[in-house]
């Protein structure tokens, strides 16, 4: 096999052979085929696609090229989320516990954060003590004993995939659909779970833009996922305003633990709970039945249990106080009107320059830096009222993060239309 | 300035600043952008095409990466020429110093073959003592006194070009209409000359298969051209059968030196002096003079005598004869009948397989290896006429040499079509 023939296959709108898939994505992983092949090879598939067949013998590849887990010695039914990112999405922290105080077992491998959108590692972290590193045996105990582990992925959770992913970025071929999907599902299929509940994000705060993309981008990964044996089912979401009041690390963490505790914003308690019974029904469990219902486990106290077990079997305080930042600046309302608009993406960007975010993937974060808005769309306010709260370790980060403000919210005359949180549910089509 | 952001602009099929591809040739020169975000920005090129002004830029930008040769020294008008390649193809050793011979100066600067199409370098290394390698003050001097240099490229003539040209060759990039055109025309215009006739070759024997894709590359090329000041045509011209009745380097040495003394197969000659008086007209020179007319030049050793002057200049001896190979085996006609195809393409395969070429950049080419056919297309053939002579210096090349041939000639009843030789001429439009 000649790596050029199979990007001139490709670049030439042909088909690739499954031996050619599985040929070249293993020569990358050994690294005997170069970046530089494999950077037009990624652009060709970005120009061309791939069809379901070549993905998913992709998707498998990526698999094969490290360990799947195995989970088998776990009896509680396997379930998963994977968000595909937005501002403020803090959803998987009350999720996977209430999942698992509702009879599943989630077991949540996350990663770090890169650019506005945050990433769920970087979040627990602010939580003193805490450890995401398990081995695959501490895994599977643990989703036994207590039915959740919120942990990294290890180097060998389909390492083709962390070249790949690594190059895409450099290589201008982030953007991709089939990327975009075997990357996301060959990380899924090979931690062990059985099911897989997707929350796909749409709009300004998110990757997606369009509820085409996003719906392309669902339907891509659902098939992926029940090729490969997993049942998979996504939702997409609204991400053009942000989830909840919070953006950044342990700002969302507290905000996490205000709905574990039955309470909370209710634009981040409704989606919890839709995505728990959707987990739920995804693994098989009568979400009617108290023991399985995730709005009587959230109100009664139960998911806030299996969090504190969580947190402490990981090494973790639950009672530790969260991280402060060090200062604080106000934003407050020049005018009395309506709030029309609250921009998603601009507060992400504001929470990201003062310190919740990191621009390169040595950089640490801040666990206090961050951005609490006081009002949503639709809220009236007046003049001088407080619309946000910024936080940062570092004072010389307000700047920055007070300009990508200016840009956040609108107020004006007319109220505007509410706007579902759900969008749609895509399912397996044959 | 950003390799990613070029790369997305170009993905997206956005045109690139003249700032942006000044810069990210200039930084992948330098080494600062490294292999993978070119291979990606030349597979997004590939599918994206680049207009008129980034073209003349991008070609530009690698003249500009090394030096301009500085031939201002020389009175007679400087007209170079360039074929994209074929098989059989040796115009250049007679049209060179027959332009020199009618009052052009023609700075050939040549390279090595690869693949099935040979170079110019390699034939004329049968020469035995020809030194390719001349400093810019040489190539000025000799084009002054003589007329004409054939000699290698330096390394500091667009050192862009070099680099590029190699990772394209690694990574699926070959067949592009911008990269192509704007890789031949940075090293012509960085040579000095001052006008240049373009040979595109059209058919199985050649790189471009249809003459319209043949058209546009020849569009293209003339269109950089005159952008940068080089007065350039081109002829498109036929390579579905090969050019005269010998492949291989001192064969190919061998046949021009018969149409330098006024004989030679037609079809050579014939676009030997087509060619020749491309150039001289794009000179400015009067061809119905007789002093610039190329069919007298030929025919009364004019021609010739600078050819001899051009080799002894260079420290070649023109009355060593000239080397031979080793082995030589017969293809006999099986049975009687016309020759209704001769297949360039199959005959490159022949003569490349009997060591006249090279499948490494790296690897020594046999000078006196090659193929030598005895039929054109139109012939009649008698069972046992000699169809063709093989020669090559290690026995064991005769298998895959004689294998190539077997789907090289047809033998019908119909006699075919001849094919003209000059297909089309492209001159510059506006």
Known sequence: MHAVEIIIAKRDGHELSDEQIRWII????????????????LMAILWRG???????????????SGERIDLSSVTRPLVDKH??????????????????????????????????TGGTLDKMESIAGWNMMLTNEQMAEQLESIGVVICAAGADLAPADKKLYALRDVVGCVESIPLIS??????????????????????RGAFMKTVDNARTLAQTMVGIGHRAGVNTVALLTNMDTPLGFTAGNALEV???????????????????????????????????????????????GRALDVWNQMVRAQGGDPEAPLPVAAHRREVKADAAGIVTD?????????????????????????????????????????????LFELFADDESRFDGGLEALTSAIKIGSDRPNARPLVLEKITFVH
Chains 1, 2 share one sequence.
């Open 26 to 41: 293993d020569s990358y992983t050994k690294g005997t085929v170069p970046d530089e092949q494999i950077a037009s090879l």
């Open 50 to 64: 791939m069809n379901d067949r070549e993905l998913a013998t992709w998707t498998q590849a990526m698999i094969d």
């Open 83 to 116: 968000s595909t990112g937005g501002v403020g999405d803090k959803i998987s922290l009350p999720l996977c516990p209430l999942v698992a105080a509702c009879g599943g077992a989630v077991p949540q491998l996350s990663g770090r954060g890169l650019g506005i």
């Open 182 to 203: 075997s990357s996301i599902m060959s990380k899924k299929i090979a931690e062990g779970t059985q099911s897989l509940v997707l929350d796909v994000k749409v709009g």
């Open 254 to 300: 507290r905000e996490s633990l205000e709905v574990l505790s039955g309470r909370g914003p209710a634009d981040v308690r409704e989606l919890t709970i839709r995505l728990a019974e959707e987990m739920l029904l995804a693994a098989g469990l009568d979400i009617t039945l108290p023991e399985h219902n995730p709005t009587m486990a959230l109100d009664d």
């Open 342 to 386: 609250l921009d998603a993406y601009a507060i992400g960007v504001a929470a990201w320059r003062l310190g919740a975010g990191r621009a390169r993937k040595e950089d640490a974060v801040s666990a206090g830096a961050g951005v609490v808005w006081h009002v949503r769309e639709g809220d009236d306010v007046k003049a001088g009222d407080l």
